[in-house]
Nanobody
């Protein structure tokens, strides 16, 4: 019943921008951490940016200064603003929730993964 749905991926040229969105839906009272991972062909999935409630945002060194993560907790939504995109940013971007509180039982559940959205940056 609880799921993550990403949107906003696409094909852009180097130097351009994209904004990814991820909406969590279902019986969610609150979310602890929400963020983004990516995976390029032949490589392991890597952390891009992550936001945990009450803590500073975490960024991969490769995207610091170019990407910005933000959350709208009332809408259970996380965004990733990606500026000055490079070819090496190409990959499938996955939304991730480490754990959440169920609205009915109060139990902590997770993790959650979205299906992914493709980002392709051409040189």
């Amino acid at each position: 019943q609880v799921q993550l749905v990403e949107s906003g991926g696409g094909l852009v040229q180097a130097g351009e921008s994209l904004r990814l969105s991820c909406v969590a839906s279902g019986s969610i009272h609150s979310i602890n951490g929400m963020g983004w991972y990516r995976q390029a062909p032949g490589k392991q999935r890597e952390l891009v940016a992550f936001s945990r409630t009450g803590e500073r945002e975490i960024y991969s060194d490769s995207v610091k200064g170019r990407f910005t993560i933000s959350r709208d907790n009332a809408k259970n939504t996380v965004y990733l603003q990606m500026d000055t995109l490079k070819s090496e940013d190409t990959g499938v971007y996955y939304c991730h929730v480490d754990y959440y509180e169920d609205v009915e039982s109060g139990a902590l559940r997770g993790p959650l993964w979205g299906q992914g959205t493709q980002v392709t940056v051409s040189s």
